[in-house]
């Protein structure tokens, strides 16, 4: 099916990238837009080893800087948009891989008014969808808006389509027409949360997004959600987790929460003595609240 086209963002990580790639061969005919965010291995050997056993067209930029996986998104749904002539761009991170009839099960939902995701599983088998059903922006007391995510629910079970407030850029099908809408994902998020951020615009505009448990896909890497403020990637955690509630939340309350989240796990690492964590969190709500959503340099690997 050439009128998709995957955009792919790798970075250091070539032994999944050569995983990830053929399984996305066993799709069929593809167009390829492989984002390399600056890799110091053996990334680019890999590309043209795939790109010389394939019919399908492979387009491979090298960013020359860490981008960060919003900024490889943005970066490639750009170039995809400006080529034209696609009417789903498939976004894909390279820690992933698709089961060989994934597009297949994908296909009959296809439109341009939704967004499709399929079931992720871990590599042990067990599910893996943290998609959640539930993004709640409303309620004052309560600490996570992610509600009731996919696994360990009922919903592991499903086998009809059905209903999720968000996706992972790990695999979700997506209608060129809302790029058209919305725009394409926002690079100012560098890592975490740029997803999320597409999600609830793509809902407040009349999109909508749905899991296929038919389609599959498998993580090659266990997700690693860490809240405790220790290095650079807890500063953007932080800072995008603020940013989410400042830019979507549904009340007063909600959009300002952040200032007292960030005063909760202040004073939990002043009671455990980590300074650096203190800075981390000073650093990503000054950031996060910033009318321009400001990025601290110093946190870029």
């Given at each position: 099916?050439?009128n998709?086209?995957?955009?792919?963002?790798?970075?250091?990580?070539?032994?999944?990238?050569?995983?990830?790639?053929?399984?996305?061969?066993?799709?069929?005919?593809?167009?390829?837009?492989?984002?390399?965010?600056?890799?110091?291995d053996?990334?680019?050997?890999?590309?043209?080893?795939?790109?010389?056993?394939?019919?399908?067209?492979?387009?491979?930029?090298?960013?020359?800087?860490?981008?960060?996986?919003?900024?490889?998104?943005?970066?490639?749904?750009?170039?995809?948009?400006?080529?034209?002539?696609?009417?789903?761009?498939?976004?894909?991170?390279?820690?992933?891989?698709?089961?060989?009839?994934?597009?297949?099960?994908?296909t009959?939902?296809?439109?341009?008014?939704?967004?499709?995701?399929?079931?992720?599983?871990?590599?042990?088998?067990?599910?893996?969808?943290?998609?959640?059903?539930?993004?709640?922006?409303?309620?004052?007391?309560?600490l996570?808006?992610?509600?009731?995510?996919?696994?360990?629910?009922?919903?592991?079970?499903?086998?009809?389509?059905?209903?999720?407030?968000?996706?992972?850029?790990?695999?979700?099908?997506?209608?060129?027409?809302i790029?058209?809408?919305?725009?394409?994902?926002?690079?100012?998020?560098?890592?975490?949360?740029?997803?999320?951020?597409?999600?609830?615009?793509?809902?407040?505009?009349?999109?909508?997004?749905?899991?296929?448990?038919?389609?599959?896909?498998?993580?090659?890497?266990?997700?690693?959600?860490?809240?405790?403020?220790?290095?650079?990637?807890?500063?953007?955690?932080?800072?995008?987790?603020?940013?989410?509630?400042?830019?979507?939340?549904?009340?007063?309350?909600?959009?300002?929460?952040?200032?007292?989240?960030?005063l909760?796990?202040?004073?939990?690492?002043?009671?455990?003595?980590?300074?650096?964590g203190?800075?981390?969190?000073?650093?990503?709500?000054?950031?996060?609240?910033?009318?321009?959503?400001?990025?601290?340099?110093?946190?870029?690997?």
């Amino acid at each position: 099916m050439n009128n998709i086209a995957v955009v792919l963002v790798t970075f250091n990580r070539s032994d999944m990238l050569k995983q990830n790639l053929e399984s996305l061969k066993a799709q069929g005919e593809l167009t390829y837009f492989i984002i390399d965010n600056n890799s110091k291995d053996n990334t680019k050997e890999i590309v043209d080893t795939f790109t010389n056993t394939i019919k399908s067209h492979v387009h491979y930029f090298n960013t020359k800087a860490n981008l960060g996986g919003a900024g490889g998104f943005a970066f490639g749904c750009e170039k995809a948009l400006e080529m034209g002539g696609f009417t789903h761009l498939w976004l894909a991170d390279d820690d992933v891989t698709f089961f060989p009839d994934c597009l297949e099960k994908l296909t009959p939902y296809m439109d341009q008014k939704t967004i499709l995701q399929p079931m992720r599983y871990a590599v042990d088998g067990s599910n893996a969808e943290a998609s959640a059903t539930t993004i709640d922006l409303d309620s004052i007391f309560i600490l996570n808006h992610k509600r009731n995510s996919v696994m360990g629910t009922d919903f592991e079970k499903q086998t009809a389509p059905f209903d999720i407030q968000n996706v992972p850029f790990e695999g979700p099908m997506i209608p060129t027409r809302i790029f058209e809408k919305i725009g394409i994902p926002d690079k100012r998020y560098f890592i975490f949360s740029d997803d999320l951020d597409f999600s609830l615009k793509s809902l407040r505009n009349g999109f909508d997004i749905k899991c296929i448990p038919s389609a599959k896909m498998t993580r090659l890497r266990p997700a690693e959600p860490n809240y405790k403020p220790t290095d650079w990637k807890s500063y953007f955690v932080y800072r995008n987790f603020f940013r989410i509630h400042k830019e979507f939340g549904n009340n007063w309350f909600v959009k300002n929460r952040p200032y007292l989240l960030a005063l909760l796990v202040a004073g939990y690492c002043m009671l455990t003595g980590n300074i650096k964590g203190m800075r981390i969190i000073q650093d990503a709500l000054r950031d996060g609240m910033s009318s321009n959503f400001n990025l601290d340099n110093k946190y870029i690997p």
